[in-house]
């Protein structure tokens, strides 16, 4: 309890006080109440950055949910080798977040990825990925869809496997079409179940830094910067840290986080009371 409640007890104080790197070695930061919260919304980078984050992490959502859905409902059939494959998408879940991103960085490459190369093979004009603000924001997106659909994929696999044979079998005598049996049957039972992959998922991609930073570090002209990337480019990324403004944004994140799991609680309660 304690490795959780005082680091966020930390960055709540240093949201509250006009930290140097001075007073941040030695103490004694003036007490500033919401002056920092006022910097960050004041900021004219600050409504760009949310809007990032927000489309970074909502179109993230769906994409991992519905392709990680896909998939878990096509390996329930069973068939031959499914155990194989199931293990080799699991792939990008395991590895280091540092490879993936690095990986996603070639592949992406200007001059020499591979998506470039096949969009030349097929007489597409290549594009500029990771240097264009057009771009940039799709591209981490890109790379986050692909690392989060196997934890979505071993969630709603795991849940379809509690849902009895039986249900299937009655639906089908009862000419019940594959399409309905989704809806009737797979979606109500699997709605536990999805509500918290996709909670999980939201705080998750909420936090995202090590992809953006080692793809795009939030460029060009911050045009896939999230708040995650502005709290990090605060704190760390200049000569004169700014540690109150950086922790400010830290704590909107934790609200958003919270918020959603509110939501989550408050759903769940409906639910059980229906």
């Known amino acids: 309890m304690a490795f959780y409640a005082y680091p966020l007890y930390r ?19 003036p007490f500033a109440g ?10 004219s980078a600050f409504w760009p950055t949310l809007a990032h984050t927000l489309v970074f992490t909502g179109v993230s959502l769906a994409f ?7 998939l878990a409902l096509f390996f329930h059939q069973h068939f031959p080798l499914s155990r194989t494959l199931r293990a080799l998408i699991l792939v990008p879940w395991l590895l280091p977040l540092i490879v993936s991103a690095s990986t996603w960085s070639w592949l992406l ?25 057009g ?9 986050n869809i ?35 049996r989704f809806w009737s049957i797979t979606l109500p039972l699997l709605r536990p179940v999805s509500a918290i992959t996709l909670l999980l998922g939201l705080i998750y991609t909420l936090k995202v ?55 989550y609680i408050r759903i769940e309660r409906r639910q059980h009371l229906r």
């Not at 605060?234 to 950086?246: H, I, K, S, Y």
């Open 146 to 180: 692909w690392i989060g659909i196997p934890f979505n994929l071993v969630v709603l696999y795991s849940g379809l496997q509690a849902i009895p044979t039986e249900m299937y079998e009655a639906s089908a005598l009862d000419g019940a079409t594959a399409w309905q």
């Open 209 to 263: 830094f090590d992809i953006i930073w080692i793809m795009t570090k939030g460029g060009p002209t911050g045009s896939s910067a999230t708040l995650a990337i502005w709290s990090y480019r605060l704190g760390f990324g200049n000569l004169l840290p700014e540690f109150g403004p950086a922790a400010a944004i830290g704590n909107l994140l934790i609200v958003m986080a919270l918020v959603a799991g509110l939501l």
């Open 34 to 43: 919401l002056d920092n919260f006022r910097t960050v919304l004041s900021d």
């Open 64 to 70: 991992q949910f519905s392709i990680g859905m896909a």
């Open 11 to 29: 960055n709540v104080e240093l949201s509250l006080r006009e930290y140097t790197v001075r007073s941040f070695v030695q103490g004694g930061a």
């Open 135 to 143: 771009w940039s924001l799709a591209s981490v997106t890109i790379a």
């Open 109 to 133: 490459n200007s001059d020499s990825g591979l998506v470039n190369a096949a969009l030349g093979a097929v007489g597409i004009a290549p594009v500029n990925w990771l240097t264009s603000p």
